[in-house]
């Protein structure tokens, strides 16, 4: 079945650093990828996605390109600050004309000043 | 825009009592899920809708039922608790995968409700 396999956090950096949260992931077919983002108390957003292979997904600093060869998903961000503490999910759906995603376990992020 | 509503925020129930979730969207889509978030372990699919009148399984549906009398709401219940139910538990909404132009197949979540079962 499809799955998503996320980096282990939680993941600390101090502001101004680089980011790169690991993503592969396993489907059938060219599943749509996405990355979501989580704040304290709050549901998670989307924060970019990518439809087909070498796509890349783009949202406030933060990118990912999807590599069907490697099967993954990356995300980076090549500065980060504290506003970017949240949790991290990577997703997949299977096109199947809804948005029935499937999500890695997440990854915890402390940017610290 | 009220975008996904979800009541309660908190609950805290003992072994064996049933209980409603509430969840409703005012964006007029036609997909609508449940979805429980455990440390560890992401968010896993319980229950979703494609539909008024629809409604199917996902990976963690025992437990739960769920029911669409309208493409507003998507109620979950919990017809009898346990403890392993404890969990966070979110709501999500999104169009059909290329209904509009402008669909980027986003899902939209509520803010969650907060179950424990004592």
């Known amino acids: 079945g499809n799955s998503v396999t996320q980096m282990e956090g939680p993941v600390t950096l101090s502001e101004e650093a680089f980011l790169t949260i690991n993503c592969t992931y396993t489907?059938?077919?060219?599943?749509?990828l996405f990355w979501y983002v989580q704040y304290p108390g709050e549901g998670l957003q989307l924060l970019l996605k990518?439809?087909?292979?070498?796509d890349k997904g783009s949202n406030k600093g933060f990118e990912a390109t999807y590599r069907k060869e490697t099967t993954s998903f990356h995300l980076e961000k090549g500065s980060v600050q504290v506003s970017d503490s949240a949790v991290y999910f990577c997703a997949l759906s299977d096109r199947s004309g809804y948005n029935k995603l499937i999500f890695g376990a997440g990854t915890r992020l402390a940017v610290h000043p | 825009n009220a975008g996904v509503t979800q009541t309660p925020k908190f609950q805290v129930l003992k072994t064996g009592q049933s209980m409603t979730l509430q969840c409703a969207q005012d964006m007029n889509h036609e997909y609508m899920s449940w979805y429980r978030q455990d440390p560890g372990m992401g968010l896993r699919l319980i229950h979703y809708?494609?539909?008024?009148?629809?409604?199917d399984q996902g990976e963690v549906p025992n437990g739960y039922n769920v029911s669409r009398s309208t493409t507003e709401d998507f109620p979950l219940r919990l017809l009898s608790a346990a403890p392993s139910q404890t969990s966070v538990y979110f709501c999500a909404s999104s169009l059909r995968q290329g209904s509009l132009p402008t669909n980027t197949g986003e899902l939209f979540f509520g803010e969650g409700s907060r179950l424990t079962v004592l």
């Open positions: 489907a059938t077919g060219y599943p749509s």
């Open positions: 809708s494609v539909g008024a009148g629809i409604t």
């Open positions: 990518a439809t087909k292979a070498d």
